[in-house]
């Protein structure tokens, strides 16, 4: 099944099957005591993709990077990396290597001497290891900053000069723990797009950890949803988003508002959910449900519009209530209605023209309305 939307560059190997994972967990438990971390996980990645593991703290997803680095060893299951089992090769002898958020910089170094440390260790000639170093310089643009202490860099120096050396023993796979966690909003925005372009550029396999649902949306090829040690979704950023598997998915990515109510009225894939209060809501993609179940239809806010009138258009789901809270963020405005029975529901609408005088404003009385279309039905 093709991903939505034509977002992503033409690389969609899990889509071939014939294609073999390049790195595979394997039913892989991790226990430390009696807390479970990891349980009984099964995940494919692919060579040269661009792979995040997104969740909250504590969900496993740095146990599961540890362990691919050989930090941490599997309590059951295995790791296969281009078919190779990875049981008993130490971190040193395995083809990948890690950044942490901390960077881990050696503070009595210049940059070019923190790049070459890896390669140093490995006794590489000395001729090489300043033909290596030149190219990470120039890769990650420090050339002009080569003999600098770690101390005289900005953030997103130190952040460039520890990828330099990540990628300086040229790693069949790189992995980021929370790689920009340190860095300001705008710096790490923009190093997003560095990342991207130099993972696209070296044709690496890159796994990034990350809580931060924004990173994982702007540089993943795909993304696992984890939590509680377990994986609830993969897919690409586009099908996390606009077609997510559960409830959990739906509200953990983004914003959504979940209708709640009973199928009814089924006609193919159309039909209504019905609410307890007794309102129904038409939806035209109820392919999987059936009549009587319980369900959900997620919206996101910017598929849901306001108005101060009631939209002509009969076909949609138009419901009144009050404009409860305001947030105007430039951009976008992002409005909380208040509907009759309490529920609050969220929209959003960009701000395509300047500000004027007849805007919503708090308490005012107001419709939202949205297509049949315009969400997903979740039965779980």
């Not at 290597?97 to 050696?106: P, V, W």
Request: glycine share 8%.
């Amino acid at each position: 099944m093709p991903s939505l939307g034509s977002i992503r560059r033409s690389f969609a190997p899990w889509n071939d099957a014939a294609a073999k994972p390049y790195i595979a967990f394997e039913n892989v438990t991790k226990k430390f005591g009696d807390f479970t971390a990891v349980d009984k996980l099964s995940l494919a990645i692919y060579e040269r993709e661009f792979f995040a593991l997104l969740g909250a703290s504590g969900c496993g997803k740095s146990t599961l990077l540890r362990m691919l680095a050989g930090f941490e060893e599997p309590s059951a299951g295995r790791i296969l990396l281009d078919g190779q089992d990875l049981a008993g090769i130490p971190p040193y002898r395995r083809p990948v290597n890690m950044m942490f958020q901390s960077y881990a910089l050696f503070p009595h170094m210049t940059v070019e001497q923190n790049i070459a440390f890896g390669l140093k260790q490995d006794r590489m000639p000395k001729a090489e290891i300043a033909e290596r170093v030149a190219s990470m310089l120039k890769l990650v643009r420090l050339g002009e900053f080569a003999r600098r202490k770690p101390h005289q860099l900005s953030g997103g120096q130190r952040q460039r000069v520890a990828l330099a050396r990540s990628l300086a023993k040229r790693p069949k796979v790189l992995l980021l723990d929370e790689p920009l966690g340190a860095l300001d909003k705008k710096l790490r925005e923009e190093t997003q797009f560095e990342l991207m372009d130099l993972q696209h550029e070296l044709g690496l396999t890159f796994i990034v950890v990350t809580h931060d649902q924004e990173e994982a949306m702007t540089m993943a090829d795909r993304i696992a949803i984890m939590d509680k040690g377990e994986v609830m979704q993969v897919a690409t950023p586009a099908d996390i988003y606009e077609a997510p598997a559960t409830r959990f998915v739906a509200d953990f990515v983004g914003t959504v508002n979940l209708f709640e109510g009973k199928v009814a009225d089924m006609s193919g894939d159309a039909g209504r959910i019905l609410g307890a209060d007794g309102f129904g809501l038409r939806v035209d993609n109820l392919a999987g449900a059936k009549n009587g179940a319980r369900a959900w239809f997620a919206v996101r806010p910017e598929k849901i519009a306001i108005s101060a009138v009631k939209p002509a258009d009969e076909g949609l789901n138009a419901i009144e209530g009050e404009v409860w809270d305001i947030a105007y963020l430039g951009d976008m405005t992002i409005y909380h209605v208040r509907l009759e029975d309490g529920r609050i529901v969220r929209t959003s609408s960009v701000n395509s023209r300047r500000a004027s005088d007849e805007q919503l404003t708090w308490h005012d009385r107001a419709w939202i309305s949205f297509r049949p279309d315009a969400g997903i039905v979740l039965t779980r």
